[in-house]
């Protein structure tokens, strides 16, 4: 997909700013989104920028604009582990993502940022594994939040 494909598509879900004197909002997802919010939809929903936080410009939803590297897909993850390790990592980590987010994360239809590589990683580790974690491959890519 294009840019302009993912923030029409951002932009119709999404949290927008419409904070025109937030000293942050150029380099905002939030704030660029709402160039991108059809001109037929009559309501949105929006950040409050009375809020003590956005209008000291601290505001804790902002999302930097730049990309980062994503990991794709676990379907390789356990290739090298014994069996009893692998039934307790993806235990472990059904318990702490749902059963749905897991299995997205492991069939490539949700990308993996770097917080969630990490806290894998050491549920890896907590369990015995000190390998680095397998990942089908990797993508830049917005973190929407």
Request: positive net charge; proline residues 3%.
């Amino acid at each position: 997909m294009t840019k302009d494909e993912v923030f029409k598509k951002q932009a119709e879900k999404a949290l927008i700013c419409l904070n025109g004197i937030c000293e942050k909002r150029e380099h905002c997802l939030r704030w660029q989104l709402r160039e991108y919010v059809a001109k037929n939809r009559m309501t949105l929903t929006c950040i409050n920028p009375r809020h003590k936080d956005v209008a000291k410009g601290k505001c804790p939803l902002y999302l930097d604009d730049k990309k980062i590297r994503m990991a794709k897909g676990m379907m390789q993850f356990y290739d090298e582990m014994p069996r009893k390790m692998e039934v307790l990592i993806k235990g472990q980590l059904i318990a702490a993502y749902g059963r749905t987010i897991y299995y997205e994360y492991r069939n490539g239809k949700r990308l993996i940022s770097p917080q969630k590589q990490a806290f894998i990683r050491e549920v890896c580790q907590k369990c015995g594994w000190m390998k680095e974690p397998q990942y089908d491959g990797f993508v830049e890519d917005y973190l929407w939040g």
